[in-house]
């Protein structure tokens, strides 16, 4: 047994649950104080205390009927909270309103209540529900049949609806659950067999509405103008009404994704029960080697995946329903594997009790487990975000946050789903050895003493116009009033797209040319999903994003299923089809990439003498080239295997800064370790960015060198993933001092003397994270700092 291992020691069958699927309850002070105490160092860095909150009640609005009000106390409502009827009451009267208040607080009942009430006196009316994830489509679904209101017939209509049931839907049902992924590829485009329910449409609800962000946000913003389009072409004219977790601006950010004017309510006044939040660092391995000649290491921390399975396994053998949230699809089923094994080593069977659940499984499977926690018989559960969103998780007692989610609105919602049903609550953010997780666990004020940030989406960004405005010339004509619609560069974008041949201009409007739609992915995964066959029996297994599918789906990557280890035979990337064979290896696999940059553009930049700071565009270049194999028990590199996959192109923008080499010269930093000291900068900034940006590292890539062919200089670039930019890249550069002044502070405060995951190296880098030079970072950083203006 390794240090790094499984302790089976710890987890006396004592601790073991009651056989029945009620749970005991441990104050969150006591359970942490049982998790704290169970290594030598303390691994917690900081404890906050949120304190409970009592609600505050309003009257029933007049005009909710009185059916919709029984209706709701037979489900315990007796009456709502105050943003509740005032956020239901502005929708009422007809103005768009975004409700942004913190996880648990009702949000549903403020959109349910207009919406229901105009279903109830109006027989002829609709309403529209959007959610960005089928799970919560399907959570909402269960709260309104609950109701059971006549005449409301809600239905979800998705991927998963049989085709049997569409028709009905599409003439029947007066409420209809959907995303907006079904909105843009079935919906709009088939939107003469809508006909009846667009004309009739009075409220669109669109839940979790700061999840659209980046890429996907802007595309998002497109499809709701193309809906707007098609009601105001059958005469109707939609309130919209959105949910949102606490967020910065909401009623700006929801302006700009819906493109009307929207009024915010963000006063919570619903119950809270207080919550405990810990930082948890996990603790430095002991050296390989001690002996006196031994190569000076840099320190290595405990995994935060083996560190929240081991805290997974203890709650739920303390009888702790407990929710934890890991980053990766990958990551999620080693944390639920390797805390069944620990579980089953102290109390045989037990491990049954703990699961995964991300994106990728089938239907069946995702249903089957979300019943079977809200019932218990299921007490813990590793999940990717895909149940960070408002899916009703009644009676979770605790969260595990395997590395810091991306964002303070993020983390916040998924703390927030222990406590739901008002009783107290325990909250771990596990530190990734990664340079944001350790700069947050060390400064619990970047993450407990300032606000959440705000979504950025850039509706203009003419790699999501052109190919939206596509799509509404296919669903019918665009006209020059129609532009005005879509905003700033709809005029040139159209322009483009008759340049292209794509549309044909007439005395009527613009007419799409082609028989076939254009193909439009509005999530930026990288094109379709690639499905994972198991090659014995033809079994299908899930499905991978096309984005992801190199890194993830390579020939001889280790793949993982449910607790099952299975390993890619073949990809074959034209049929989007990888085929896999059930193999449980001692190791796991870990692809290899390299990228190339070059400046296309320069929208703007800053001359501070030998330092310039420039945002553009710019082309990138990657291909997987090769993965590593490393030992599950230790981490020790096997080997490296090359591969051969297709290169990617991205147009896409950049943030980047340049250094003249003298300044570096006088500053200390010897021509040979140039590259190393720019190398480590550009993986701490990269790694800095998601505390200004609503982003986290894999949104963003990066790349540096001694001499860019085309600044001809020194240069660390920082650029968005995805295909004309997502909004990243400007917010770095428009706040570039107090983004950069963190990476600077992270990288000086690390502990180590040469750099380690926590400050410098990175997870993601192609390069194995070679060269690199800690102390020459700072000097770079320190250069830049001291010349950019404040």
Known sequence: MTSDGFSSARLAPRHAPEPSPVHRRRSPADLLVRLRGRGDADPVTHVERVPARAGVPAP????????????????????????????????Y???????????????????????????????????????????????????????????????????????????????????????????????????????????????VVIDECHTYRGVFGSHVAHVLRRLRRQCARYGSSPVFVLASATSGDPATTAGRLTGLPVAAVTEDTSPRGGVTFALWEPPLLPSADTSSDAVDLAPVRRSALRETADLLADTVAEGVRTLAFVRSRKGAEVVAANARRALDEAVPGLGERVAAYRAGYLREERRELERALL????????????????????????????????????????????????????????????????????????????????????????????????????????????????????????????????????????YWRHRERPEVDLRGEGGAPVVVVESATGRLLGTVDGGSS????????????????????????????????????????????????????VRSYVDAGPVGMFLGEV????????????RIATGEVIDTRPLDLPVRE??????????????????????ADVPGGLHAAEHAAIGLLPLIATCDRWDIGGLSTALHPDTEAPTVFVYDGHPGGAGFAERAYGTAGAWLKATRDAIAECGCESGCPSCVQSPKCGNGNNPLSKPDAIRVLDVVLANLPA
């Not at 040139?492 to 797209?497: D, K, S």
């Not at 789906?553 to 085929?579: E, I, K, M, R």
């Not at 896409?652 to 021509?671: D, I, M």
């Open 60 to 91: 029933w609005p007049q005009w909710a009927p009185e059916e919709l009000r029984a209706a709701f106390a037979r489900r315990g409502v007796v009456a709502p909270w105050r943003h509740q009827a005032e956020a239901a009451s502005l929708a």
């Open 93 to 203: 009267d007809g103005q768009h309103v975004v409700v942004a208040t913190g996880t648990a607080s009702g949000k549903s009942l403020a959109y349910q209540m207009p919406a229901l009430a105009t279903l109830l006196t109006d027989p002829r009316a609709t309403v529209l529900y959007l959610a960005p994830t089928k799970a919560l489509a399907a959570d909402q679904l269960r709260a309104v049949a609950e109701l059971e209101l006549e005449g409301v017939r809600p239905a979800c209509y998705d991927g998963d609806t049989p085709r049997a049931e569409r028709e009905w839907i599409r003439r029947h049902s007066r409420f209809v659950l959907t995303n907006p992924d079904m909105l843009h590829h079935g919906i709009l485009p088939g939107h003469a067999q809508w006909t009846g329910f667009l004309r009739r449409l009075t409220y």
């Open 619 to 630: 082309d990138v270049t990657s291909q997987v080239v090769s993965y590593q194999r490393r």
């Open 550 to 601: 190199h890194f993830l789906l390579h020939p001889g990557a280790v793949y993982l299923h449910q607790g099952v280890s299975y390993v890619v035979d073949d990809l074959d990337l034209a049929d989007g089809c990888a085929l896999v064979h059930a193999e449980e290896p001692d190791w796991s696999t870990h692809a290899r990439d390299v990228t190339n940059v070059s400046v296309a553009s």
């Open 650 to 671: 991205l147009r896409t923008v950049a943030v980047w800064f340049t250094l003249s080499p003298e300044s570096l010269t006088a500053a200390g930093v010897e021509t």
């Open 375 to 510: 019932h218990g018989d299921l007490l813990g559960l590793a999940s990717t975000n895909a149940l960070e969103l408002g899916v009703d998780l009644v009676g979770l007692d605790a969260v595990l946050i395997c590395g810091y989610p991306g964002t303070r609105a993020s983390l916040w919602q998924q703390a927030g789903r222990a406590g739901r049903s008002g009783q107290e609550a325990l909250a771990v953010l596990v530190a990734r050895d990664d340079p944001l997780d350790t700069y947050l666990v060390h400064h619990p004020e970047a993450v407990f003493g300032r606000p959440v940030e705000a979504t950025v989406l850039d509706p203009a960004n003419p790699y999501v116009l052109a190919p939206q405005l596509a799509c509404a010339a296919v669903e019918a004509p665009l006209t020059p009033a129609d532009l005005a619609l879509f905003g700033d560069g709809a005029k040139e974008a159209v322009q483009e797209l008759v340049e292209a041949g794509a549309l044909r201009q007439r005395p009527t409007g613009w």
